[in-house]
């Protein structure tokens, strides 16, 4: 079971850091990632993270501002966003799959998804 949690409301150029944490279970051989749903828009894919830490993003919505990052110790994955735009306002939910180490940017790569927390980011 994946926990998201970290989103709140924010002004834009701001920040926030959103953790995933697994419950019972390691994430040291688990690909892990994040994905985002604005209203009315599909689920996006923003940042996900290899079990060795190689990390791939989606250039075009986040480059340069978001980061992700992972602590097996305690099981998480975490979501740097800095310079927030409203068009980052969204769910974003955590993902994360064992069959392969390598990150992946599909939805049905992942297994496993959080319940999402919410971003709001207002102008």
């Known amino acids: 079971q994946l926990q998201a949690s970290g989103g709140g409301l924010v002004q834009a150029g701001g920040s926030l850091r959103l953790s995933c944490v697994a419950s019972?279970?390691?994430?040291?051989?688990?690909?892990m990632g994040w994905f985002r749903q604005g209203p009315g828009k599909e689920r996006e894919f923003v940042a996900a993270?290899?079990?060795?830490?190689?990390?791939?993003f989606n250039v075009e919505s986040v480059k340069g501002r978001f980061t992700i990052s992972r602590d097996n110790g305690k099981k998480t994955v975490y979501l740097q966003m800095n310079s927030l735009k409203p068009e980052d306002t969204a769910v974003y939910y955590c993902?994360?799959?064992?069959?392969?180490?390598?990150?992946?940017?599909?939805?049905?790569?992942?297994?496993?998804w959080g319940q999402g927390t919410q971003v709001t980011v207002s102008s």
């Open positions: 993270i290899s079990t060795t830490g190689y990390t791939i």
């Open positions: 019972g279970r390691t994430i040291s051989n688990y690909r």
């Open positions: 993902a994360a799959d064992r069959t392969f180490p390598s990150p992946s940017r599909y939805p049905n790569d992942y297994y496993y």
